[in-house]
């Protein structure tokens, strides 16, 4: 499944880079796309695990940039 997500509040690019690189470390996680200029989050991840992964995602987001939120 591939879903994509709008991001509020993602200040920089290295950020984007480093939420980026976290996602696609996250078992399930077949592919992630990160745009600091379109403030998008693109994720095709198991169908079967979505909820789950996304859980995973949204934790791994905050430590890298604890104020963006992704708007689920």
Same mark, same amino acid.
């Given at each position: 499944? @591939? &879903? ?6 993602? +200040? /920089?690019?290295? /950020?984007?880079?480093?939420?980026? $690189?976290?996602?696609? @470390?996250?078992?399930?996680?077949? %592919? ?11 994720? $095709?991840? +198991? +169908?079967?695990?979505? +909820?789950?992964?996304? &859980? $995973?995602?949204?934790?791994?987001? @905050? @430590?890298?940039?604890? %104020? /963006?939120?992704?708007?689920?």
């Amino acid at each position: 499944m @591939k &879903k994509r997500f709008k991001l509020t509040d993602l +200040d /920089c690019a290295n /950020c984007a880079a480093k939420m980026e $690189e976290a996602i696609k @470390k996250i078992d399930g996680v077949k %592919d992630a796309t990160v745009s600091f200029m379109a403030q998008k989050m693109t994720v $095709e991840a +198991d +169908d079967a695990r979505f +909820d789950d992964i996304m &859980k $995973e995602i949204v934790a791994v987001c @905050k @430590k890298v940039e604890p %104020d /963006c939120v992704i708007n689920l």
